[in-house]
T-cell receptor, first 115, second 112 residues
Framework: DTGVSQDPRHKITKRGQNVTFRCDPI?????LYWYRQTLGQGPEFLTY????????KSRLLSDRFSAERPKGSFSTLEIQRTEQGDSAMYLC?????????????FGEGSRLTVL | GQSLEQPSEVTAVEGAIVQINCTYQ??????LSWYQQHDGGAPTFLSY????GLEETGRFSSFLSRSDSYGYLLLQELQMKDSASYFC?????????????FGTGTKLQVIP
């Protein structure tokens, strides 16, 4: 399978705990996006990487959220001191720089439940 | 910033045609995309318009009017499997890169 993969698919945690999600994009894609989606809403932009550089971070993200993409390959999204409001689906998407189709390739997402 | 508006729900009969509209406000507009998402699934790309006019891909067509900041997705010969949420998404140039912002989605229910 050469699609975008995310791990874990589901995570249940207690409030105050830290969680980390991993995304492996399509290998030749240099652009990587993180989105958050809650029930009945569209994906909300969180952050964007071009290769290893984090070019934008949404104002939605508090300082409890951090993302990395070492070596421009896989990416991790960490949430520290989780709150119940962090419960959502965290989606990763990748695309090839320079393409003109606007297509993002999404992973199946990591669903976070904070108790 | 960017904002997109689309209807929250649409119901249509199997075999019929349905149009889902999207209006947007953004700076640095690059193009308009459409995505389909089934319950519990990931969004999947349907179409992209960078220029005015109609793009056709099988039963799905997408239209863009840049001057009106408006687009629509047209689904023909509706099938039960088309029941899903449909999102329009604006690609815009932000800080030198292509940012993709999604609307809140239209839940399509296809009935027999």
């Amino acid at each position: 399978d050469t699609g975008v993969s995310q791990d874990p698919r589901h995570k249940i945690t207690k409030r105050g705990q830290n969680v980390t999600f991993r995304c492996d994009p399509i290998s030749e894609h240099n652009r990587l996006y993180w989105y958050r989606q809650t029930l009945g809403q569209g994906p909300e932009f969180l952050t964007y990487f071009q290769n290893e550089a984090q070019l934008e971070k949404s104002r939605l993200l508090s300082d409890r959220f951090s993302a990395e993409r070492p070596k421009g390959s896989f990416s991790t999204l960490e949430i520290q001191r989780t709150e119940q409001g962090d419960s959502a689906m965290y989606l990763c998407a990748s695309s090839q720089g320079g393409q003109s189709t606007g297509e993002l390739f999404f992973g199946e997402g990591s669903r976070l439940t904070v108790l | 910033g960017q904002s997109l508006e689309q209807p929250s729900e649409v119901t249509a009969v199997e075999g019929a045609i349905v149009q889902i509209n999207c209006t947007y406000q953004t700076s640095g507009f690059y193009g308009l995309s459409w995505y389909q998402q089934h319950d519990g699934g990931a969004p999947t790309f349907l179409s992209y318009n960078a220029l005015d006019g109609l793009e056709e891909t099988g039963r799905f067509s997408s239209f863009l009017s840049r001057s009106d900041s408006y687009g629509y997705l047209l689904l023909q010969e509706l099938q039960m499997k088309d029941s899903a949420s449909y999102f329009c998404a604006v690609s815009s140039l932000s800080g030198g890169y292509q940012k993709v912002t999604f609307g809140t989605g239209t839940k399509l229910q296809v009935i027999p």
